[in-house]
């Protein structure tokens, strides 16, 4: 790696980790360069401003999940399998940063640069992979339902994972390890006697 590319990674790591520790809001240009030992005109060179500095590290983390739904590729493994790992693997992303991806979540398109790019990332997610998998695991053939399905697994697995630092520190309620949530779904949402 050259020593360009190394600064602007380094700029970059730094950003994930002060945006994961202080939100969004309360970084500045000045505050990354700081900490990353550059200064604010090389933070500005490689990104131009705050913005599309924030928008490459979203898309930095958003690229991790894509691996994820690699894991629906493998058809050497049964339906449930995959999607079980598949969901294991999402949870372990969100389990990094879930304070972030709470907050990409509830900012949606305002954190894209414009709707082109808020579709590309829509579909770069992977719903299509979910339902055609979906499809395989119920048999369901109504489109608008498999998304229905999308979402109720992705609330019912993912909304824990956001939510378990909250959870646990303000209600007391001492959540399962994501496997088991996992498991628990896939028994009472998928197995063939309730199909």
């Not at 414009?114 to 590309?120: A, D, P």
């Amino acid at each position: 790696m050259d020593k360009n590319n190394e600064t602007k990674e380094i700029i970059l790591q730094t950003a994930l980790e002060m945006i994961k520790q202080e939100g969004f809001e309360k970084i500045t240009i000045r505050s990354i360069a700081q900490r990353s030992n550059t200064n604010v005109s090389l933070v500005n060179y490689y990104f131009g401003s705050k913005d599309k500095l924030i928008s490459e590290v979203i898309q930095i983390l958003l690229s991790g999940f894509q691996e994820s739904f690699e894991v629906l590729d493998d058809f050497t493994l049964p339906p449930e399998q995959r999607l079980k790992r598949f969901l294991l693997h999402y949870v372990q992303g969100i389990e990094q940063y879930p304070e972030l991806l709470s907050r990409v979540i509830t900012m949606g398109a305002n954190l894209f640069a414009s709707q082109q790019e808020y579709g590309k990332f829509m579909r770069m997610i992977g719903f299509d992979k979910i339902k055609s998998l979906l499809k395989e695991l119920t048999n369901e053939q109504d489109q608008d339902i498999l998304m229905m399905m999308v979402m109720q697994v992705f609330g019912a697995v993912f909304m824990p994972a956001l939510m378990r630092q909250t959870l646990e520190a303000g209600s007391g309620i001492e959540m399962k390890p994501a496997e088991r949530q996992i498991d628990l779904l896939l028994e009472r949402y998928f197995s063939e006697n309730k199909m």
